[in-house]
């Protein structure tokens, strides 16, 4: 099998964001079960839920609410979840059609593959950067879920003690890179100012949950829009973590 | 409820969200107003996760060693620092503060 130009770079590219995320998959995996869940469930959530957000969303509200939180924490994954129904939607036409190929294709559309698809001009180099880095994160996510749930176990008590803080500190580091526009920024301060008014006031996991009105509030009025720098879209961007994902919509890769 | 019922439903959850994007029509994505209201939860999700799990204890606000490990996060992110290395920078803060016995 050969590869043009374009196709190396976007297999490149892949494979680099794969080894970049595999080191989230090792929190993941030790908070997980510091929090809880065994190894088994841990494993679960990384080979059949896959992504990185929503998985740490369950491990979170289950470790401060408590198994009375399931529900909490089902609906917080889910919500955290619905970008990828609309990478999803554009990631259709890179992959194709076939049926076979679709569900495979589903289970590995998530922020990275996503946004290395998006980052290649030619269709061809579209599709290698999407599968590339959509199997060399799955790999890299499992494997190293696996490690940081068995480190995890046999470090126990200790780990314990810093706990709560590293799920805090792990949801500051998956929210950060998204905070580059005006209105993530006024949502992220409005939600957090929320949930913090509810604590007392709310069961543990309705604070978490309630900010999904904020979002509603400021994304269907476009409240706080600010034009963005057009020049800032054409830029290749190859982090790991792409927040809002540059040339989602048609009518701006068109334009 | 049992654990095993959150991993399977949030899991089953995950996979219908993913395969409904490849059958609906392309012509949603026209609309931008979907996106934006997609990517704004992820970002009212994780920052209200990040509150709660800072000052939260049950249903009263804590203000214990979560705050300075936190703050220690956010500066390493600030700089550019790894993922990983951030979030084990606050839990080493935090349990050491809690080892001197100097925050709760």
């Not at chain 1, 599709?127 to 696996?146: D, H, M, P, Q, S």
Request: proline share 5%; hydrophobic share 55%; with cysteine.
């Amino acid at each position: 099998m050969s590869f043009s130009a374009p196709e190396k770079v976007a297999l490149r590219a892949g494979i680099a964001v794969g080894a970049a995320v595999a080191t989230y998959g090792f929190s993941f995996g030790a908070l997980s079960v510091a929090s809880g869940l065994d190894v088994w469930q841990t494993c679960v959530l990384s080979l059949f839920l896959f992504s990185g957000g929503s998985q740490f969303a369950v491990v979170g509200v289950l470790a401060s609410g408590g198994i009375s939180a399931g529900w909490t924490a089902i609906a917080s994954s889910a919500f955290l979840g619905l970008r990828n129904g609309i990478y999803s939607i554009r990631m259709a036409p890179v992959v194709g059609t076939s049926a076979l190929i679709r569900p495979v294709a589903a289970q590995l559309t998530i922020d990275e593959s996503t946004a290395v698809a998006l980052n290649q001009n030619e269709p061809r180099a579209q599709r290698v950067g999407f599968w590339t880095t959509g199997i060399a994160v799955y790999i890299g996510w499992n494997l190293t879920t696996l490690a940081g749930a068995l480190v995890g176990n046999v470090l126990g008590d200790v780990n314990g003690l810093g706990l709560d803080a590293v799920a805090a500190a792990a949801f500051l580091g998956l929210l950060w890179p998204r905070l580059k526009q005006l209105q993530a920024g006024v949502v992220a301060a409005a939600s957090a100012l929320l949930a913090t008014t509810l604590i007392p006031l709310a069961p543990p996991g309705v604070p978490v949950l309630a900010a999904a009105a904020v979002a509603l509030l400021v994304g269907l009025t476009n409240w706080f829009h600010r034009p963005e720098n057009q020049d800032a879209h054409l830029q290749p961007d190859d982090s790991s973590d792409p927040g809002d994902v540059p040339g989602l919509h048609r009518t701006d890769s068109a334009s | 409820m049992t654990v095993w019922l959150v991993v399977l439903v949030a899991s089953a959850l995950s996979f219908v969200t993913k395969y409904t994007g490849y059958l609906v029509p392309q012509r949603l994505l026209e609309h931008p107003t979907a996106t934006r209201v997609a990517n704004l939860l992820t970002v009212a999700m994780l920052s209200a996760l990040v509150a709660v799990q800072s000052l939260s204890m049950g249903q009263s606000i804590e203000l214990d060693a979560r705050i300075p490990a936190v703050l220690v996060a956010a500066g390493l992110f600030a700089l550019r620092a790894p993922f990983i290395v951030a979030v084990a920078a606050a839990g080493v803060v935090a349990a050491l503060l809690r080892l001197f016995g100097w925050a709760a």
